[in-house]
């Protein structure tokens, strides 16, 4: 998949089957559209191609108004979501800034400057409550009008249910929002992760006996928050059960970036106790064990630390014997 920043590039596709969208958390919708959209890019003989835009528009707005609660909390970044739509099968995503410019643009010229002279399109999916141009003044029907006059195809995808309920990324925030994982896995169609490099920290960890790898969250309102029974993918051959905590550490940090920190219960000793700086892991978070805290004390953060770690050690063991008993019975 080639990911290109803008559109003004020699390698760019001269013609694309488009969608257009935030794809913040890649669900099961999204995943529905992107499928249609590859099918009808192989039918028309075009590379599937995603249009999406860094900043989120809603962020860029929050922004512009001095209102920061207006910007939605971000489920991934970005290299998540473009590890999501190469596996979704796409050949092409062209990451837009959103800025004034693009902000202010009417709805016809988005269409002549962005989808037929930057991007070729000619094929446009876009879903049902899809809305562009200055103001959100385009719609469907506008889109359909300046597709058929510049030559492009135009088409629409109802919203994706699943048992009776729309899958948004809404959706999935409010249920990241209330710890609820497994619906969380649900609405996605996989657990929920997060990627990163691993970077050096304060190394405060360690000094209360729990060496954690450090992962950047590169948005400051994280769709997830508090601490998690985790599996890190990565760092060994099998993936490691851990304690992770996602947020702001109000203990121990007041700088408002918010960061991962993952303690893996049993660190393998082949990768030493420096093994895992500058790699690329990936982080499941399968179940919230409770909120992110402030304590007065080292000692006190170290108690409920240890505390965590063995609420962690009883889940993974319980998930063990489930997955032991259900092995029993297909055997059976």
Known sequence: MRVFRG???QGLASACALTIGNFDGVHR????????????????GLPPCVLTFEPHPRDYFAQVLGKPELAPARIAPLRDKLTELQR??????????????????????????VLVQGLGAKYVLVGDDFRFGAKRSGDYALLDRLGEQRGFDVARMMSYEVHGLRVSSSAVREALAAGDMERVAGLLGRPYS????????????????FRTLNLRFPHPKAAAQGV????????????LDGVASLG???????SGRVLLEVYCLDWP?????????GKIVRVELLHKLRDEARYDTLEALKA??????????????SLHGRTRRQTTRDRI
């Open 88 to 113: 979704c099968g796409i050949d092409q995503v062209v990451v837009l800034p959103f800025d004034q410019r693009l902000a202010s643009l009417a709805p016809e010229a988005f269409v002549e400057e």
């Open 269 to 277: 000793h082949a990768l030493g106790p420096e093994g895992g700086y």
């Open 248 to 254: 702001l550490r109000p203990t121990v940090d007041h």
């Open 194 to 209: 997060l990627s990163g490099h691993v970077i050096h920290g304060r190394k405060l960890g360690r000094d209360l006996g």
């Open 228 to 239: 998690f029974a985790v599996r890190t993918h990565g760092l060994a051959d099998e993936p």
């Open 29 to 44: 919708g999204h995943q529905a559209m992107l499928a249609l959209l590859c099918n009808e890019a192989q039918h028309r």
């Open 7 to 9: 559109f003004h590039h």
């Open 304 to 317: 409920a630390i240890d505390r965590d770690v063995a609420h962690a050690r009883a889940y993974f063991a």
